[in-house]
């Protein structure tokens, strides 16, 4: 077995157990989002049948849950991010081979080659951007979370955790899905430059076949 088939089956069973955890995110958000419904109609039918007044003092937990939205969009965010590095080493994404066989399967290469390194490009700017999310200068500061790390500055660090950005409705601290976030983009930009060196090397394989 080849340096390349070796890394491309790593890559294949690291996408894979990514996609496969992302996938929880959906079952979680499917499960509340359910589970909110069900939750929404016994209350009603409780209000209709013994008054909302008296639900609400026996019954003061059957309700729905509060902040479903931004839970089902935690779960289906998570899963959308796992899931881009093996669509990505898939090659999932979607395309339009209309003109494919008028081409010819030298130029049609050349078109993937070009793909990769687009979405290559695409997922590096992302995890660029999630980096400043990330390591942003709080409001009024003049120091990059990033310096206060290499100084060692643990105390203003907390206190820049503590006074980060929180959802409106459940009042979650955003910084762990920037994190979450990140690492799913970083693993979709290592799998992106495979997917270059993968069409780079079938580009090269049809030159030599054709010689």
Not at 103 to 113: A, I, M, T
Not at 187 to 203: E, P, T
């Amino acid at each position: 077995m080849t340096t390349f088939d070796r890394t491309e089956h790593a890559m294949m069973r690291l996408t894979a157990g990514l996609a496969l955890l992302g996938s929880m995110g959906l079952i979680f958000a499917t499960i509340a989002t359910c589970l909110s419904i069900v939750l929404k109609l016994l209350r009603r039918t409780m209000d209709a049948l013994a008054g909302a007044s008296a639900t609400a003092e026996v019954l003061p937990w059957l309700r729905p849950i509060l902040g479903e939205e931004e839970l089902v969009a935690y779960g289906v965010g998570f899963a959308l991010f796992a899931a881009l590095p093996w669509v990505m080493i898939r090659k999932g994404h979607i395309r339009i081979d209309l003109c494919e066989p008028v081409f010819g399967k030298h130029f049609n290469k050349v078109l993937d080659f070009m793909g990769d390194v687009l979405l290559a490009t695409i997922a590096y700017h992302i995890l660029t951007r999630q980096w400043f999310l990330i390591f942003k200068k709080a409001r009024g500061s003049e120091e990059p979370l990033g310096e206060l790390l290499v100084k060692g500055d643990l105390a203003e660090i907390a206190d820049r955790v503590r006074s980060s950005q929180e959802s409106q409705i459940l009042g979650v601290p955003l910084w762990p899905t920037y994190v979450v976030a990140e690492f799913c983009i970083l693993i979709f930009f290592i799998v992106a430059l495979f997917c270059v060196w993968r069409s780079l090397r079938a580009l090269f394989d049809s030159r030599s076949a054709e010689v």
